[in-house]
């Protein structure tokens, strides 16, 4: 009964780690299961063991000859135990008759066929669980870089934030300016256009005096015109007296008048013309003395209307020209002003679109970081999954085997006391089952924490 139990142990829990590995992908096994399969091959090479020396005896090996049995699977050798189970303790002789005819060598050569396949996949559990810690450790420093990209990203941000806030501050200050540009050049063009009005009057007034100067110019060629007429009929007039007092005196002389009457009518004739004369040399003084002081008078007043006609549109043009000049210089100004707004606009465009291209960037790489912990997360919780079933699994021949040894305890005691290879097996599955649980644990907090870190990285990537 005792070999019967620790055999048909055997047989349930090698089987059952075999469908528990042989069904799980080879690309996603659990970092867990390379633990239970070496725990588990560890039991049942103990348990191979405990068979050879506690319950077959070494006499079993000469009283053994060949059996068909088949090392692919447990389920034919099961059924043929099955079957021959006796069912009390008078069949104890029979049931050793069998398993003396059974090949224990074949038996063990099948067992470690099995041993060994399940060597090479823990082999490649470990390796893969290897992997695993490679990739998790490289999660880590990618997250641990990712981190401090995201400080980068916010200190570049905060500088750009700034330098953001400086040219709205300096585009405001050159909003103000420009405006303040904008009411001197208003303010201007209206002196300019005040001064424009005042040159054009004075424009006016100068080509009216330049008329009223012409006009003055013909006078006065009109005046020496009538100044030439006047000393001419002077002069036509003196000649005429001349002759008239030559004709006068040519007649006295002809008529031969008495000496006194001569010497009178001369003296009268003389007087009469020494004061002709005298009185056209004085009206002749006269108007030439009217004329010229009426012509001096009237150049002076031309002159100073003129000199300050002159002063006045110099000081015109040259506050015309001084307008011009401040003019050129405001519209440089503005120009200048004009040509800074336009390239700290392009810059802030430049920075907003470097924003907003690392934001992409950054968006992109938290997309993709989200989707391969979403992946990893997945196949944490399979294996989690599947590492429940297995503990499952475990916990049911855990009962299974609790109950062969309640029922078997009497007949262990009384043919092998002292030996317990049940007992041994069960502690065994015991230990199995409490690092299947402390694995399951770990794999549910390791669940917990890359899903939390994946929920903040998602809200970090959506702020």
């Known amino acids: 009964a005792n070999s019967h139990c620790s055999i048909e142990a055997t047989e349930s829990i090698s089987r059952s780690l075999f469908y528990s590995q042989t069904s799980f992908p080879p690309s996603y096994k659990s970092p867990a299961l390379s633990l239970l399969c070496s725990q588990s091959c560890s039991g049942l090479v103990s348990m191979s063991f405990m068979v050879d020396h506690h319950i077959m005896g070494p006499s079993s090996y000469r009283k053994a000859r060949p059996a068909s049995v088949s090392s692919s699977g447990f389920h034919s050798q099961r059924r043929r135990l099955t079957y021959s189970q006796p069912s009390s303790i008078d069949s104890l002789e029979t049931f050793n008759g069998d398993m003396t005819r059974r090949s224990e060598k074949e038996i063990l050569q099948a067992l470690n066929d099995r041993f060994a396949g399940y060597i090479d996949k823990v082999r490649n559990l470990e390796m893969h669980n290897r992997n695993l810690e490679a990739e998790a450790a490289a999660l880590r420093q990618s997250q641990a870089g990712r981190s401090s990209v995201g400080e980068h990203y916010e200190r570049e941000l905060g500088d750009l934030r700034g330098l953001l806030q400086q040219l709205t501050g300096e585009k405001a200050r050159a909003v103000v300016e420009h405006d303040h540009l904008e009411e001197d050049i208003q303010h201007l063009r209206g002196r300019l256009e005040d001064e424009a009005r005042n040159r054009e009057e004075l424009e006016a007034a100068a080509r009216a005096m330049k008329k009223y100067a012409e006009d003055c110019r013909l006078a006065r060629m009109e005046l020496d015109k009538k100044l030439c007429a006047l000393e001419e009929e002077a002069d036509f007039l003196k000649k005429n007296h001349e002759e008239e007092v030559a004709e006068l005196l040519a007649q006295i002389q002809g008529a031969q008048v008495s000496f006194d009457m001569r010497d009178a009518l001369k003296a009268d004739v003389t007087s009469a013309l020494r004061e002709i004369r005298s009185q056209l040399d004085s009206h002749a003084s006269k108007s030439a003395t009217h004329a010229e002081e009426w012509y001096q008078v009237r150049m002076e007043r031309l002159s100073e209307a003129a000199k300050s006609n002159q002063d006045a549109i110099r000081g015109s043009q040259e506050e ?123 794999y549910a907090r390791c669940g917990k924490i890359i899903h939390s870190e994946s929920a903040g990285m998602g809200r970090k990537g959506i702020n």
């Open 320 to 442: 015309i020209a001084e307008y011009r000049r401040q003019l050129q210089s405001r519209i440089i100004e503005l120009e200048t002003l004009r040509g800074t707004k336009e390239s700290l606009e392009r810059q802030r465009m430049e920075s907003e679109d470097r924003h907003q291209d690392d934001i992409n960037s950054l968006q992109v790489k938290d997309m993709a970081k989200n989707a391969h912990l979403s992946l990893f997360l997945r196949f944490l919780l399979r294996d989690y999954q599947e590492l429940l079933n297995v503990k499952m699994a475990l916990d049911i021949e855990i009962a299974a085997y609790r109950l062969v040894r309640v029922k078997n305890r009497t007949v262990t005691k009384s043919w092998y006391p002292g030996r317990g290879p049940c007992s041994s097996f069960l502690n065994t599955l015991t230990s199995l089952s409490i690092a299947c649980s402390a694995i399951t644990l770990k």
